[in-house]
């Protein structure tokens, strides 16, 4: 069983920052690929970022490229999504979510994960 954690959210003002955390309870976490996710109020659940297993790849949605930074301590168990700059329409339930995987890619579609978070609510004020 794959139990994903996240933290790390809140409230914050327009051009804040905000650090997010998944752990994931499990030894073979070096060989998922992670991704972040956002549902807002009333909309589909959409792609944020994604890493692969290693860390090397990454990707972003172009809302928020420039802004986020996704990582991962595979030592820790724990990937991040670092949020600067944040704007009113970044408010949303974030959540991570994981899809095992042999090759060190990424993916950006919610489809493609396995494991999702519980989520933890960002609420960015103007």
């Known amino acids: 069983q794959v139990q994903l954690v996240e933290s790390g959210g809140g409230l914050v003002q327009a051009g804040g920052s905000l650090r997010l955390s998944c752990a994931a309870s499990?030894?073979?976490?070096?060989?998922?690929?992670m991704g972040w996710f956002r549902q807002a109020p009333g909309k589909e659940r959409e792609f944020v970022a994604a890493?692969?297993?290693?860390?090397?790849?990454?990707n972003y949605a172009d809302s928020v490229k420039g802004r986020f930074t996704i990582s991962r301590d595979n030592a820790k168990n724990t990937v991040y999504l670092q949020m600067n700059s944040l704007k009113p329409e970044d408010t949303a339930v974030y959540y991570c979510?994981?899809?095992?995987?042999?090759?060190?890619?990424?993916?950006?579609?919610?489809?493609?994960?396995?494991?999702w978070g519980q989520g933890t609510q960002v609420t960015v004020s103007s």
């Open positions: 499990v030894r073979t976490f070096s060989s998922a690929a």
């Open positions: 979510a994981a899809r095992f995987t042999s090759t060190d890619t990424y993916y950006y579609t919610l489809a493609r994960y396995d494991y």
């Open positions: 890493i692969s297993r290693s860390g090397a790849n990454t």
